[in-house]
C-alpha cells in the first residue's frame, strides 16, 4: 500500500504541461486505450459521463487547428503590455503539429436528460465533470510516460466548427499528446518565469474564509501572516552589490544614486546582480469618502467612478505612462460609492460603498479596514504569483487627500495645519476649510499611532488600507515597491507601524506638490527619485521613475568590471 500511495504522489507532482520536447514515435494503441480508460472512470454530476474523447491524428485537420490558434496567439500578444510581450515571444503555447495526436475533450451538457442529480441547481456541473475526466487522462499519461499539453489558445465555438462538432457539444480541452524524452523539473511558465506556484498555506482556510494555515497549524489572519513574513534584506547581496560597482568600468560613485538603488534592489532580491524588476504592475485602488460632504473638494463624488470606466478605457494619464513603460494597469475597486459593472481589468474587492465621514465619527470600522488591507495584500500576492517583479502604487478617489492628510498627521504628530494640501486645487476657502477638518477630526478621534489599524480606521480611506496591505505584501514577497505620492505615502506610514522592516523594500518613486507628502517621506526616511511638482495620483508619479529602477539592474548586469574589461583602474 504504501508504494502505491509513493507513486501516486509522484505521478501527480511531476505531472506538467508540456509544450517541447516530443519524439515522433506514434502512441501505441494498447497504451492510449489504458490513458481513455483512466479518463473514462472520472467521477461525473449524476453519473451522466458528459464527456467524448476526439483522437486526432489526420494532419490537415491539426494543421487547421494550428493556424487557428497561431491567429489567436498573435491577438493575445498584441494586448499585452511590452514588457509582458517580450517574455511571451519566447513562450511555447501549443505542441499541435509537433505530436503523432491530439485528443478534443468534449462536453454534452444535455447528456443524461432532465432529471440529472446536481445538475439541476448546478448547471456548470457538466464541464467541471468533463474537467476531472481531463485530469485522469493527464495523470494517466504522465505514468505511461507520454507528455500532454493543453491548447488554451483558441475560440470554442470556432475550434468546435474547425472539427466539425454537433452543435450542442462544447470542447472543454484541446490536448496535444506523445512520448518525450524527460519532464521538466518544474513547470515550463515557472522556469521562464512567467508565474510562480502559490503557496498551498496561501489557499488552506480554517472555518472561516481568511484564516489561512495548514492542517496542523495554528491559523493565521492574513494581516498577521504577512507582517510575519517580512524579514530584513540580505546584508551580504548588499555588500557584494556595493563592492561590484566599486570594480565597475566606471569612477566609484560615478551613478550617484542610482548605485543606492542597485545596492537596494542586490537586498531585496537577495542576490547579486539583482533581476531586473520588470514585468511591473500598478495598482490603481479606488475608493470614496464621507468626508465629501464637508466640502473639501470642488469635485463631485460621482468622478471616482468615472474615473475608474476611464483607467479600465485606458484613457487616464497612468494607462499613457504604463503603455509607454510596458506596465499592467490593475484597477482595484476597494470602495466606490456607485456601482460599476464588470470589466477587463477591474477587480472587485469592494469593502464598502465608500467609508463614512471622519468629519463625524470613524471613517471604517476596524473590521472594515482590516478587510481592506487584506484586499492590498491579496492583490499584491496575486500579481507576483503572475510574473510581476515590481509592484507600483497608484489611486483614485475624491477627496483621498484630507483623509491622507489626517493620517500623515497622527502617525508623525505634525500639525495638520503643515501636512493638508490643496489636493486637486481647491480655493484659499476650501483650503481653510478641509484644514479645519482634518485638524477637528484628529481632535475627535486621538488615533494612536501605535495601533495603525485603528488610525486607519479612524481616519483613513479603504484604499489607504488597501494600499498599506500591498506595500507590507511587497515586502513579505521581497519584490521591490515603487511609492507613489501623498496617498501612497500616507499607506506607507501605516504599514511601517505594522511592520518597520517593509520600508527597506518600498523605493520613493517622486514627491508630490503636496506638503503632507514631503514630511511623510522624512518620517519613513526615504528619499524620493524625482521631484516634478506633480500631484495627480494614480500612479503616475512612480511609473515615471520606474526606469531609474530598472536601469540600476541592468547596469549591474551588464557593465563589465576593469578586470574582466582589461581596463586599467585608478592606482589607490
Known amino acids: 500500500m504504501r508504494w502505491r500511495r509513493k507513486g501516486f504522489y509522484d505521478t501527480v507532482h511531476s505531472r506538467r504541461d508540456v509544450r517541447a520536447g516530443f519524439r515522433d514515435d506514434p502512441v501505441d ?21 458528459p464527456w467524448d474523447f476526439l483522437v486526432l491524428r489526420d494532419r490537415a485537420v491539426r494543421e487547421r487547428v494550428h493556424a487557428h490558434v497561431a491567429a489567436a496567439r498573435a491577438a493575445y500578444a498584441a494586448s499585452l503590455p511590452a514588457a509582458r510581450a517580450a517574455a511571451f515571444r519566447d513562450v511555447k503555447v501549443e505542441a499541435i503539429l509537433d505530436t503523432p495526436l491530439n485528443i478534443a475533450v468534449t462536453c454534452d451538457p444535455t447528456r443524461g436528460g432532465r432529471h440529472v442529480l446536481g445538475r439541476h441547481t448546478q448547471p ?83 472555518d472561516t474564509y481568511g484564516r489561512r494555515g495548514l492542517p496542523g497549524e495554528e ?109 499592467e494597469v490593475c484597477v482595484v475597486d476597494v470602495g466606490v460609492a456607485a456601482p460599476l459593472d464588470p470589466a477587463p481589468g477591474l477587480l472587485a474587492r469592494r469593502v464598502a460603498d465608500g467609508t463614512a465621514d471622519l468629519a463625524t465619527g470613524p471613517a471604517l470600522t476596524r473590521e472594515q479596514a482590516r478587510a481592506a488591507v487584506e484586499v492590498g495584500i491579496e492583490t499584491a500576492r496575486d500579481l507576483v504569483a503572475a510574473g510581476n517583479r515590481c509592484l507600483v502604487t497608484g489611486d483614485m478617489g475624491i477627496a483621498n487627500t484630507t483623509a491622507a492628510a489626517a493620517l500623515i498627521s497622527a502617525f508623525t504628530g505634525a500639525d495638520p495645519g503643515e501636512v493638508t494640501g490643496r489636493g486637486t486645487g481647491i480655493d484659499d476657502a476650501t483650503f481653510s476649510r478641509k484644514t479645519s477638518v482634518v485638524a477637528a477630526a484628529l481632535a475627535r478621534h486621538r488615533p494612536d499611532p501605535a495601533d495603525p489599524l485603528g488610525v486607519l480606521a479612524a481616519v483613513g480611506g479603504l484604499e489607504h488600507a488597501a494600499l498599506a496591505g500591498f506595500v507590507l505584501a511587497g515586502a513579505a514577497l521581497r519584490v521591490p515597491v515603487l511609492l507613489d505620492g501623498v496617498n501612497a505615502g500616507a499607506a506607507a506610514l501605516a504599514a511601517a507601524a505594522f511592520a518597520p522592516d517593509a520600508r527597506a523594500y518600498w523605493v520613493a518613486g517622486h514627491r508630490s506638490a503636496e506638503p503632507g507628502h514631503t514630511r511623510a517621506l522624512a518620517h519613513l526616511r526615504l528619499d524620493p527619485l524625482l521631484d516634478l511638482g506633480m500631484r495627480l495620483g494614480e500612479g503616475t508619479g512612480a511609473l515615471l521613475a520606474l526606469p531609474l529602477l530598472q536601469s540600476a539592474a541592468q547596469a549591474m548586469q551588464d557593465v563589465a568590471t576593469f578586470d574582466a574589461a582589461g581596463v586599467t583602474d585608478k592606482t589607490t
Open 219 to 327: 491559523p493565521m489572519d492574513l494581516l498577521a501572516e504577512t507582517v510575519a513574513a517580512i524579514t530584513p534584506p540580505d546584508a551580504d547581496a548588499q555588500a557584494a552589490a556595493a563592492e561590484r560597482l566599486d570594480r565597475m568600468t566606471k569612477p566609484r560613485g560615478a551613478l550617484g544614486r542610482v548605485e543606492d538603488l542597485a545596492v537596494t534592489l542586490a537586498g531585496i532580491a537577495g542576490a547579486c546582480p539583482p533581476p531586473v524588476p520588470e514585468p511591473a504592475a500598478v495598482a490603481v485602488f479606488a475608493g470614496d469618502h464621507g468626508v465629501h460632504a464637508q466640502g473639501v473638494t470642488p469635485w463631485p463624488q460621482e468622478v471616482t467612478a468615472q474615473m475608474v470606466v476611464n483607467f479600465l478605457g485606458g484613457g487616464a494619464v497612468v494607462n499613457a505612462f504604463a503603455r509607454r513603460l510596458g506596465v
Open 29 to 49: 494503441d494498447a497504451v492510449l486505450v489504458r490513458v481513455l480508460e483512466a479518463a473514462h472512470a472520472a467521477p461525473s454530476v449524476g453519473f451522466s459521463q
Open 124 to 206: 456548470r456541473t457538466a464541464p467541471y465533470s468533463v474537467v476531472g475526466a481531463v485530469q485522469n487522462l493527464w495523470l494517466a499519461a504522465r505514468a505511461e510516460g507520454l507528455g500532454v499539453g493543453w491548447v488554451s489558445f483558441a475560440d470554442e465555438r470556432a475550434l468546435a466548427a474547425l472539427l466539425g462538432l454537433p452543435q450542442h457539444l462544447e470542447v472543454v480541452a484541446y490536448l496535444c499528446v506523445g512520448h518525450v524524452d524527460a519532464f521538466p523539473d518544474e513547470p515550463e511558465l515557472a522556469a521562464a518565469g512567467w508565474a510562480r506556484r502559490r503557496p498551498l498555506r496561501w489557499a488552506v482556510h480554517h
